[in-house]
T-cell receptor, first 113, second 111 residues
Framework: QKEVEQNSGPLSVPEGAIASLNCTYSDRGSQSFFWYRQYSGKSPELIMSIYSNGDKEDGRFTAQLNKASQYVSLLIRDSQPSDSATYLCAVVAGGTSYGKLTFGQGTILTVHP | KAGVTQTPRYLIKTRGQQVTLSCSPISGHRSVSWYQQTPGQGLQFLFEYFSETQRNKGNFPGRFSGRQFSNSRSEMNVSTLELGDSALYLC??????????FGPGTRLTVL
């Protein structure tokens, strides 16, 4: 079992729709969770971080964390073509410093006009 | 603040050679981490340095090494290059218990 798994893509949604990206992790002691966006040929850029159970909203983005189910998700409301990118879920495992992120394989999102 | 910078941005080497990549973190950030990104394996953690000490190490062979200087700048070295070392090498910096910010990466091609 991979340490961090993301829902298989690619994911295609129409402009204006909600895109839902999911991620599960195997280490129950994981403490910190991040969503990064990576455009083709570019480096990952941070979208959201979440540390506690529940929802965290930032503009059109909402991160949801459920530690009991070892599940973290990212919702993108009113999706725009500029949101088309690879979305990476990253986790800091228990007993590890913040300098060591474990990434999922990424989900490719395409938002079509 | 200036972001994380990496040099060089592109590099072409042949098998058996060695290579050194450089990373300058965001000002004030003392933790520097290195990652390898390939289409097949995705983003994988190489190592992390904090205050000139390696704090974490990923599951890579000893050909991959790194160091950090007193000004927090970091270098990573790959010796005896193999074709499979072709990848995007990313450096990220953070300020202790904080999120990591990535540099633009160094694209290494091994022929």
């Amino acid at each position: 079992q991979k340490e961090v798994e993301q829902n298989s893509g690619p994911l295609s949604v129409p402009e204006g729709a909600i895109a839902s990206l999911n991620c599960t992790y195997s280490d129950r002691g994981s403490q910190s969770f991040f969503w990064y966006r990576q455009y083709s040929g570019k480096s990952p850029e941070l979208i959201m971080s979440i540390y506690s159970n529940g929802d965290k909203e930032d503009g059109r983005f909402t991160a949801q964390l459920n530690k009991a189910s070892q599940y973290v998700s990212l919702l993108i409301r009113d999706s725009q073509p500029s949101d088309s990118a690879t979305y990476l879920c990253a986790v800091v495992a228990g007993g590890t410093s913040y300098g060591k992120l474990t990434f999922g394989q990424g989900t490719i999102l395409t938002v079509h006009p | 603040k200036a972001g994380v910078t990496q040099t060089p941005r592109y590099l072409i080497k042949t098998r058996g050679q060695q290579v050194t990549l450089s990373c300058s973190p965001i000002s004030g950030h003392r933790s520097v981490s290195w990652y390898q990104q390939t289409p097949g394996q995705g983003l994988q953690f190489l190592f992390e340095y904090f205050s000139e000490t390696q704090r974490n190490k990923g599951n890579f062979p000893g050909r991959f090494s790194g160091r950090q200087f007193s000004n927090s700048r970091s270098e990573m070295n790959v010796s005896t290059l193999e074709l499979g070392d072709s990848a995007l090498y990313l450096c990220a910096s953070s300020n202790l218990a904080d999120t990591q910010y990535f540099g633009p990466g160094t694209r290494l091609t091994v022929l």
